[in-house]
């Protein structure tokens, strides 16, 4: 999805923006290509820089309830120095890094509902115009997938995913938000929690893996949360299906852990214990796309809402909306 319109701020017959996302998804911490596509205006126009942004949709509480807003959590220089002659067609390649913590947007190449956008920022004459956005589609890292494919072997549904603004209390994460996947227990837990949530916080030596259980009331005693939370290499090779189910037991029990392996980040947590979210706060459905567990791990389907399609269009409207708000 591309939205191409007049660089708005720079007067008629300005250069326009065109940038083309290479098709394959990216996975995080993984590298994203394309091209800045550029045309010249009615005249010749010094193009200072063009700047890529990483946007995302993001959910945030506070006293009043809750709202949405758009984070720009990473920003790459891409190209610029140089004069654009009057009607002259220039492609602009480039090749970025994104986050290691980038959210996954899609499983088994369904949606998952989150909101990610590629957002070009042109720069000419002193003047700055946000002319270009792009729907950003990241796929899981292979211990991602491995884990989510563990969850539905063993029952796990997806209820919906969101991104949630704040820090989860004791972790190395680097991102101002994280993800939060929300998953309907397997039968064989049903009566012991509501649901579970998922968070991923990759980096370069591996995957840390946060869990937390809606845990139910019993006849004497009211429900409560319950997290713990795990660290895995991104090549490990392990019987995922008994790992996560033992993680899930874990967690059921409210037994502390903190297993298999080290941080790695600085201010990651050291030693064992639980340790809850800071500023964490728990979210309804999210885009209302739904997966459910199959035979071949987390399969897909739309149960209602806001269909793929639906959030493909919500995408230029929400960001496009937002360029007050940033500056």
Known sequence: MVFKRLLGSLGVGAPTVDTVLDPTPVLPGGALGGQVRLKGGQADFD??????DLVARVEAEHEEG???????????TVGGGFRLAAEE???????????WETPVTELYGQPLGIVLGVRTELAVAGAKDRGDLDQLTVAPLPAQEAILEALGQLGFGFKSADLEYGHIGGTGQQLP??????????????????????TFLAGPAGLEVVLEADKRGGLFSPGHDALTR???????????????DGWIRRLVEHRPAYGHGVPFSDHGP?????????????????????????????????VGGMVAAEVVDEV????????????
Not at 230 to 244: K, L
């Open 270 to 302: 050291h030693g064992h214990g639980e340790h809850h979210h800071d500023d964490h706060h728990r979210s309804g459905p999210g885009m209302g796309t739904a997966i459910a567990a199959g035979a071949a791990g987390l399969a897909v389907g739309v």
């Open 230 to 244: 795990f660290t895995v290499g991104h090549h490990d090779n392990r019987d995922w299906t008994a790992e996560v």
């Open 89 to 99: 067609s220039r492609s602009v390649p480039f090749s970025v890094t994104l986050p």
């Open 316 to 327: 230029g409207d929400f960001f496009e909306g937002d360029d007050e708000s940033e500056d």
């Open 47 to 52: 193009i200072e820089h063009i700047t890529l």
């Open 177 to 198: 938000f994280y993800q939060e996947i929300e998953l309907t227990p397997a039968p064989q837990y049903a009566h012991q929690v509501n649901e579970i949530e998922l």
């Open 66 to 76: 809750e709202s949405e807003g758009v984070v720009v959590f990473d920003r790459f």
